[in-house]
Each structure stands twice: as C-alpha cells, then as structure tokens.
C-alpha cells in the first residue's frame, strides 16, 4: 500500500467534508440501481420500434402463433405477395424506384457541383430550395399536379388544354417525376457533404499531369463514389418505400404500388396481414439489396481523402451563357417539385366549384372561409397541431437519450444494437410502421393484457413516434458526438447532480440542435400521411387524412384551402419556435454556433 | 494580480484501497492501494495507458470503481456496489479540455461552483472576483471562454476549482495543452494557489519535470498499478524499478557485470572500466546487469586529463542548450545521451564521461543487454535542474 504520510494533517473542517448520514446512505443505496433508467429506455424501445415491427413480420411466416390462420409456418403470404396484381405492384415500385435513384442522383450530383464548385448566382437559394423540398410531403407535390392536371382542373379552367400532358403525367411518368424531385434533396445532401470535404489537390494533380478539366471531373466523380452509392440507395429506398404518391398519383393513375398494394391488404375486408407482412419483407429486402451493392461496389478501395492537409477547393466561373442556362436548370428542377405543386394547390382553392361539373369557375377566398368557419375542415388541422406537438417533444426527448446513449462511453454494446435498430428502422417504410402498429395492439394477447390502445389517439402518436424517432435520433447524433463529456462531468464535480449537471451545462450547448429537431419532427407529423391513414381514431381525422378525403369527395377546394392553411400554420409554428428563442433563451445560448 | 490570502480550508484525506476499474475486460487499475493525507499535494505520474487519469477520475466521481473502496474524509465515497456522485464529494477539477462551458461568461463559469454553497449574492459576487484576481483575469469576467487564450482559459479553470475551496482538488494533466512558457508560469500559478487553499491535491501528469517541481509525494503508475509511491527525492534518487528510473529521466542504459558487492553499493565492470552505483536488486558478484544512468550524474572530459575510472566515447551529437550543450556519446557498452558541459565537444571526437554513483543504479538483467543485443536508445531524456 502506497502510504503518503501527511506532514500537517488537521481535523476536517465541517464545511470541507464529506457530507455523511442518513441522505448520504441514502444516496449510497440509490446507487446500485444504476441500470434502471437504461431498463427504463429500453422497454420503450422494445414497445414503441422492435415488438410492433417484430410481431407483424413474423405473421408471414406463422399466422398460427399471432392468431391469424391455422399454419404454423407457411410461405403462402409471400406466394401471394408474387403474384398477380400484387407481383405487378412490387415490379413497379421496383422500377420506379430504380428509374427514380438515377435520375435523382444525377441531378443532385449536378446540383451540388454547381452549388459548391461554380460561382452561379443565388447559390443560398438554391440550397435552400433543396430543404423545402425536402420538407415537402410527397403527397402534396403530388396533389399540386393533380390539381393542375386533372379532368376540370386549373389548366382546364383557365382555358388552357392539359390533355396530352394529363395522359404522359398519370402514369409511371409522373409518379417517377414527384419522386425524383422528392429524391434530389436526398441526393444532393449526401453528394455535398462529400464535395465540401474534397479538397483541390487531387484535381491540380491531373491538371498539372497533363489531363484536361474533363479528366479532372472524371477523377472527382470516382472519389465520390461511396457519396454517389449512398445517394443511388437513399433514394431508391425512399422511393420504394413512400406512401404519398402511391396513395394520390399512382392510385388515381391505376398504376399500381407495392406500398398502397401493403395498405390495401390491412384496410380492406377481409384483412390479410400475413400477404401484408410479405409485401413488408420484399420491401425491406429491396432496401436491403441496395445496401448490399453499395457496400460490394465500394469493397476493398480507399475513399480516405479528407485531412487536415486538404486545401479548399477553388469555384469554377461560368460563362455567362453557362451561368444563365444552369440557373434554367435549377429554377426548372424548383418549378417541378415546388413551383407547379404550390400552384397548383394555391390556385385550386382559390377557384369556385373546381371538381365539380358546374360551368362557371370564378375565382373566391370562400374556400379558406369555409375551412376557417367549419369544425369539419378545421378540427383536423388543430387535432394535427395537437399530435404534432406531443410528438415532437416526446421524440426530441428519446431522440436525446438514444443519441446520448450511441455517443457515450460506457453501454458499447448497448449502443450498438440501438445503432443497428435504428439504422434498420430509417430503412422501413412508415406504412410497415402502420401495420405493425395495427396488428399488435389489436391482438387478442394485447387485450387480455390490459393494453386498450387499439384505435386511441395514444397509438396514433406512438406510431408518430416510432417513425419519427430513428431520423431524429440521426440528426442529433452529429452535434450529441461534438459535445466534450467533460462538460457535464466538470458541471458534477462542481456541485451539480446528473440531472442538474445536464441540464445547466449540456443542454444549453445543443438547444439549437434540438430546437431543430423538434422543429424538423413537428413538421414532418403535422403533414404525415402512411400512419395517420391506417391509425386515425374514427371520426378524428388528422390534417392528411382531411385533405385527402375532402379530394376524394371532390371538395377540391376545400382540400387544397386546407393544405395552403396547414402549410401556412406549419410555417408560422417555425417561425414562432424560432422567434421565442431569440426572445427568451440567455444570452449565452444564443451565442453558441453563431458565425462572426 | 492581488496578493490577497484565500482562507484556508483543511482538505480530505483520501483513502484508496485495492481498487479495480475495468473497462469492458480490459483492466485500467487493478488492486490499487495509496492513503494521501490531508492537504497534501500528490502527483500521479506515469505513461499513457497507466491508469492514473482512471485513478483520477475514480477519485472524483465520475467513474464508479468495480471493486475496492474509496474513503474521503472518512466517509465511504465508493466500493464495488456502492457509488456516491461527484457533486456530494465536495472536491472540484481541472480539466485538460479545460471543460469551459460555452454559453457561461467567465464569471458566469466561476460562480458555478458556488452554486453547493448556497451563498447570498453579494458574497458570490466577491468571492468570484477575488478568484479572478488571484488568476489575473479581473477584467475579463464578462467575456466568453472562445474569446480567451489558451492560457486564460484555463486560468478560468483554476479559479473556477479554488472558487468553492473544496476539500479536493484534481488536475487531469491541466497544462498539456499550453506552450513551454506558459506551463511554466501557471505551474507555479497553481503550486502557491493550491496550497494557500489547503485543499488536498492530486495533479495527474506524464511529464517528470513538472512532477517533481510540483509534488509534495509521488505516485509512480505503470499499466494500472503503483509501482512507486514517495517522496520526489526517494524517486529520483533510489527509483523502485527500472521503469520508474527510466520514466523519470536517464541518460541511458549500459550492460556490465557486478564485480563487488557492499549492502546497497556496487562496483560494475563495464567496457573495462569499474563503475560505482547504487544496487536496485539484491545484487552479488557475477551478476549481469544494467546500469541506469541520470543525466545529472554525468559529465565529460578531455581523455588526456580526465579522472581515472572514465568511460571512453565518441561524440555522435551535440545540441545547443543554451546553458550548455548537451551530447549523445557512443561508448563501448552503449549510448549515453544528454551529457552535459559547458563547452561544446565535436562530432566524432573523443572523449572521457565520468559518473556519479550517486546517479547510477544498477539492476539484474532480465533479457538481452542492450548492448548484446545493439539496442541503442538515443532519445535524450532530460530533468530540468
């Protein structure tokens, strides 16, 4: 034993010690459960993301165990699944979503070039567009073109003849056109943070070497390579696994869809969930194989290029006759996915009668007064705001802790299995979401265990939940692994209890970070659409399910008010989230991530 | 910088007994045992990889021990079950971050600390600004961490640990980060400033200079356990091992044989000449070992008029120190680096080096020499005189 014999040791003074008694053995004894709050988050993952998704898988090899036919294994579900209609469905999305990945990846590439390699003017705009577009349901920018396309529609109306365009749009044209301008933002995200990363040194090398600008560009593109792959699969699953189009575009074009082929099977009777769960699986199995050729295609080579030797890569000048025609490009790229789709909407509910046979057509703000004025159209807009809001906090808190969780340095495994799940949840379509949210919480064990939640607003939001949570916890993982632990640690060995501790010296560093994310989820719910379709409580529609059912009922007008008014009230939540931390964070909090 | 006092405030004794920490199943202390009386200033010092920042970090709180027990002012803080946090333990740290938190201004970062107190506003308010003083940055109190140096940020760290004169104060190696110049002025910056509080120290470091300019003892840590706990003098003079004589500083290492033993004194032959040195092994005639030598204890000279019993050499090296030049002389049983003289001796000439005993510790070989094997280390290890 290593013995330091004091030299002027005195008697402890009372305020210099180490508090003892009754508090400090009760501290004491708290501590040993210091597995609890991690059992605590556990649970709610198991409840909320693995047993839902889980259960509802498995129906599709054995009905017999979740109550649902009388095989205990069988494959008939899928030998359905690959068949018929529902074969033709699955083809489609399969093309759809391959067509849709290469033409998505090539814009974004072509985006992000010219946003960070050329000087082309309003480069801010342009990347902003990409965010709104990003933000922009699929179901909306679908809608939008409907309404400017459709038998009676704006162009009919206003005299212009849609015809030819109406037939190329309602069909797989169109539907892979909204998808592409829902990928692009994906793709360009992916390609553009690699770009940022590339420094100039590899195209000097080629240029001082003899090649041209064209060989530069060539070496370039194949550096980018795992960007390019991340991008072509990214957006292949987001479209092979998206419920907008499939339930407006492609339903109302008889072009069917994988997705609304999987919604079909729980919604209408008789209910088959095991044909259900098999269209899950070729979903995910999809997605799978477009992770499978990203990774064998980049197999065994360097991509390493990022250092602290990299130098700034230098903005290439367009000409002007380029610079005027990449600007064409892009503000084409915006009307296609933004500019047609507000329009279209904005212009349909400012139209009197439109859907309907009547011959005059005048132009009126009576729809907005109509949605304003009814409960009928206005309940679904304030229900929305109320999920939302709960939503958004609940997942910005789990998204928290999960993000924590995949940062810390203790629960290595832990967190890697939670990495591994919500990995594998981002890749689920929210319509499997859906359905294993209906198929366990409506079975007979849920009830003989006291869990009522079949048709509640409390599934809706867990399900809100569970789809929200692995984005969330993804884009706060990237500011939660700046953050130092020493931190919260000095924060504890300064007086401060955990809690406390994170409280006053963590939280304000990443309150930008996950205002964002509540802001990012609020948004996202307000306007979601696979889960609110299948979860909905009876006669309390969402906003989503309000739009698409007054369209349905041919209130063309009232539907499109509403979408202006929901877009409207979503911004204005920005706003005021925005606007109220200006107003009342410190000082401090404010300061942090500004730019000088 | 005032000159005002702080009051002082005894500090704990810190009791540490077989405690064990792993991480997943690789062990970062194992059995570790130290008592650090109250109000004395301790320096862990060892590698990389040694476990003292572990140790540290057990002491503070914000790890929990796996087995063992930790006793603080005679209070149970921790054992293999039990674990009291950070903020009952009434200790503070200084961080190697510095660990400033961003959205606080500088006073806002040191009347944190106060917060345990519970103290009326006025008096936090001088207590903050008296702290400040001490460290010299009273004008700066409203500025934020990003808008420091390096250097005043962790002044900012220093005031923020004595702000609520803690029983313990810890320091996580708080001057790695910071220019030669500097570590030395704040060294002495925290030397007179922890003192005058009274608190117990233990300042964790890598670097033998700063541990013996700083140490009241030193606890010598290599892959998890203590392998020396004493005095500076102790350490230097009669060093537990040859890893803690190597750690803390040699000019190199020679292979001889023991031709004389007497209690803890030997005579060594090496490359025919007969050294004297301080035994480190129970050692007996016969015995093949090494001799590790201080830089201190050497010294060179002319062959022609040089004292008998030199070590004949050829200078490979020579650096400008100076003070002096220091030079890697190539002999025939090894290298010795860091031999100073006051003149500067050429390359490839050659020369005599006498040792000191006083500097020379002799221990059994286990292996190769590293003359068998030519195993030549030419790192110059120096201790700041």
């Known amino acids: 034993m290593a013995t330091l014999t004091p030299e002027r040791t005195e008697a402890v003074h009372p305020a210099a010690s180490v508090p003892s008694g009754r508090r400090h053995r009760l501290t004491m004894a708290l501590s040993r459960a210091q597995g609890a709050p991690l059992i605590a988050f556990w649970l709610v993952i198991v409840a909320i993301l693995v047993l839902p998704i889980a259960l509802f898988l498995l129906v599709a090899f054995s009905p017999r165990l979740l109550s649902q036919g009388s095989q205990w294994f069988t494959l008939t579900g899928f030998r359905d699944a690959l068949r018929g209609p529902l074969l033709h469905a699955v083809l489609d999305s399969l093309a759809v979503g391959a067509a849709t990945a290469v033409a998505a990846t090539a814009i974004g590439f072509g985006v992000a070039w010219a946003v960070l390699r050329t000087d082309i003017p309003a480069r801010g705009l342009w990347s902003a567009s990409m965010f709104a577009l990003l933000l922009a349901p699929s179901y909306l920018v679908a809608l939008g073109w409907e309404r400017l396309l459709e038998p009676s529609g704006v162009l009919d109306v206003l005299g212009l003849g849609s015809g030819g365009a109406r037939h190329l749009f309602y069909g797989p044209f169109g539907v892979i056109v909204v998808l592409t301008a829902k990928g692009v933002p994906f793709a360009y995200l992916a390609i553009s943070n690699a770009l940022r990363g590339l420094g100039e040194e590899f195209e000097m090398a080629v240029r001082v070497h003899g090649g041209r600008g064209r060989d530069a560009a060539r070496i370039v593109v194949a550096l980018l390579a795992p960007a390019v792959w991340s991008a072509l699969a990214i957006v292949f699953a987001e479209s092979i696994s998206d419920f907008g189009v499939a339930a407006t575009l492609a339903n109302d074009a008889h072009f069917p869809i994988a997705t609304f082929t999987l919604y079909n099977a729980v919604d209408n009777f008789p209910i088959n969930f095991p044909v259900a769960a098999a269209i899950g699986w070729i979903l995910m199995a999809m997605a799978g194989l477009a992770l499978i050729a990203q990774s064998r295609a980049l197999r065994g080579r360097s991509y390493r290029v990022l250092g602290g030797r990299s130098r700034p890569a230098r903005r290439q000048h367009l000409a002007p006759p380029l610079a005027a025609g990449a600007v064409g490009c892009l503000a084409l790229l915006v009307v296609v996915g933004l500019g047609v789709p507000a329009f279209g909407a904005l212009s349909a509910s400012l139209i009197n009668g439109l859907g309907s046979l009547a011959s005059s057509h005048g132009f009126t703000l009576s729809n907005y007064q109509r949605v304003l004025d009814s409960g009928a159209l206005r309940g679904p807009l304030l229900y929305s705001a109320k999920l939302a809001a709960i939503t958004a906090t609940l997942t910005t808190a789990i998204g928290a802790v999960s993000a924590r969780l995949l940062t810390s340095r203790s629960g290595r495994l832990s967190a890697r299995i939670l990495d591994l799940l919500l990995l594998t949840a981002v890749a689920l379509p929210g319509i499997v979401f859906a359905a294993g949210y209906i198929f366990t919480y409506n079975l007979p064990l849920a009830n003989t265990l006291g869990v009522h939640l079949y048709e509640t607003a409390t599934l809706l939001v867990l399900a809100y939940l569970a789809t929200a949570l692995p984005a969330t916890a993804r884009v706060l993982l990237g500011p939660f692994s700046q953050v130092q632990h020493s931190l919260r640690e000095a924060g504890q060995v300064h007086g401060d209890g955990g809690g406390a501790s994170w409280a006053r010296t963590v939280l304000p560093v990443l309150a930008r970070p996950l205002l964002s994310a509540w802001i990012l989820t609020y948004c996202a719910t307000l306007l979601e659409l696979p889960v609110s379709q299948l979860l909905y409580v009876p006669n309390h529609p969402p906003v989503s399910v309000g739009i698409t059912k007054a369209l349905a009922n041919y209130d063309f007008g009232g539907g499109t008010a509403m979408e202006v008014i929901a877009i409207l009230f979503a911004l204005v939540v920005v706003a005021a989230a925005w606007g109220l931390f200006r107003l009342l964070a410190p000082v401090g909090w404010r300061r942090l991530g500004r730019t000088r | ?385």
């Not at chain 2, 109000?39 to 140790?55: D, M, N, Q, Y």
């Not at chain 2, 000449?273 to 201080?294: E, F, K, P």
């Not at chain 2, 190539?330 to 390359?347: K, N």
């Open chain 2, 1 to 385: 910088m005032t000159t005002q006092t702080t009051q002082a405030a005894p500090g704990h004794e810190v009791v540490v007994q077989g405690v064990d920490k792993r991480y997943g199943k690789t062990p970062a202390l194992a059995g570790v045992d130290a008592t650090i009386g109250a109000g004395r200033f301790v320096v862990l010092l060892g590698p990389s990889g040694s476990g003292k920042s572990t140790l540290a970090r057990c002491l503070a709180g914000v790890e929990r021990i796996d087995g063992g027990a930790i006793h603080m002012a005679g209070t149970l803080v921790g054992d293999g079950r039990r674990h009291l946090p950070p903020d009952r333990r009434n200790l503070a740290m200084v961080f190697q971050d510095y660990a400033l938190w961003p959205h606080l201004s500088v006073a806002g970062n040191v009347s944190y600390a106060l917060r345990r107190r519970k103290l009326p506003g006025a008096e936090v308010e001088r207590r903050v600004a008296d702290a400040l003083e001490r460290v010299g940055l009273g004008a700066l109190k409203d500025r934020y961490p990003h808008e420091l140096s390096g250097g005043e940020q962790q002044r900012v760290s220093l005031a923020r640990a004595v702000v609520g004169r803690p029983g313990l104060l810890i320091f996580d190696e708080p001057l790695s980060n910071l220019d030669a110049d500097l570590r030395e002025r704040l060294r002495v910056e925290i030397a007179t400033l922890t003192r005058e509080t009274g608190a117990t120290a233990v300042y964790i470091t890598h670097d033998q200079s700063e541990a013996f300019a700083l140490a009241d003892e030193i606890i010598v840590l290599d892959r998890g356990s203590i392998v020396q706990a004493g005095a500076p003098e102790d350490i230097y003079h009669r060093p537990a091992t040859p890893f803690v004589a190597r750690f803390t500083g040699i000019a190199g290492e020679l292979a001889g044989v023991v031709a004389r033993a007497d209690g803890d004194q030997v005579g060594v032959d090496v490359a025919g000449v007969r050294l004297s040195a301080r035994a480190g092994d129970a050692l007996a005639a016969g015995d093949r070992v090494r001799l590790l030598i201080r830089p201190a204890a050497t010294s060179i000279h002319d062959p022609s008029s040089a004292p008998l019993g030199g070590l004949a050499g050829t200078v490979i090296d020579v650096a400008y120190r100076g003070r002096g030049y220091d030079h890697v002389v190539e002999t025939a049983a090894g290298s010795l680096a860091a031999v100073f003289s006051p003149r500067r001796w050429d390359r490839s000439g050659t020369v005599s080096v006498a040792v000191d005993p006083a500097g020379c510790s002799a221990y059994r070989t286990e292996g190769p020499h590293p003359a068998d094997s030519r195993v030549l280390d030419l790192t110059a290890v120096t201790l700041s005189a």
